[in-house]
């Protein structure tokens, strides 16, 4: 059986990581989604990005979410992940994954890194360019699932 791990930061969950997340389970036996635990610059704590990943692929039951912190090979290693998944939407992706693949092939190579382009629909939706354009104000609801669009309101009327 196969698993693969779908680390990142899921801050917060976006319609295209769900897709990435579902179209992986299609491929592999099992996925394990690592949310890294992040010691700053994050919007929604650990825990929180854990459980709104929970509800966004609850409907596939072949995928796993938990957090990790450290070397993501390390905690590949420690799951016994065999393949990584990794997301691109553009070419300025590809340059950051490439070096990053590089990197952890040196550190793990028994550990296959496989990148899945981003669907069409999803190519312009990132987790840094909902943060931005949802604290001021717009409407992101169609980019996100519904809770992580309530969530994002919960947290920034709490900030005002």
């Known amino acids: 059986m196969t698993l693969a791990m779908f680390p990142g930061r899921f801050d917060p969950v976006t319609n295209g990581h769900r897709d990435i997340a579902r179209r992986a389970a299609r491929m592999f036996d099992n996925v394990l989604i690592a949310v890294a635990d992040l ?5 929604f704590s650990t825990a ?22 450290g070397l993501m090979v390390d905690f590949a290693r420690k ?22 693949a590089l990197m952890n092939k040196k550190m793990a190579p ?10 069409l629909e999803h ?3 990132s987790g840094t360019r909902i943060r931005e354009v949802s604290a001021l104000g717009y409407d ?11 969530a994002l ?8």
Not at 79 to 100: G, L
Not at 110 to 119: C, D, P, Q, T, V
Not at 140 to 150: A, E, F, G, R
């Open 110 to 119: 028994e550990i296959e890194a496989i990148f899945m382009m981003a669907s």
């Open 39 to 43: 010691k700053q610059n994050a919007l």
């Open 48 to 69: 929180e990005r854990v459980d709104m990943m929970r509800e966004a692929v609850a409907d596939c039951k072949n995928i796993d979410v938990t957090s990790f912190s």
């Open 123 to 125: 190519l312009y939706i």
């Open 140 to 150: 992101v609801s169609d980019l996100v699932p519904p809770h992580v669009w309530d």
């Open 79 to 100: 799951q016994n992940a065999s393949v990584v998944v990794r997301s691109m939407r553009a070419v300025t992706d590809f340059e950051a994954e490439f070096d990053m």
């Open 153 to 160: 309101n919960k947290k920034y009327a709490a900030r005002a």
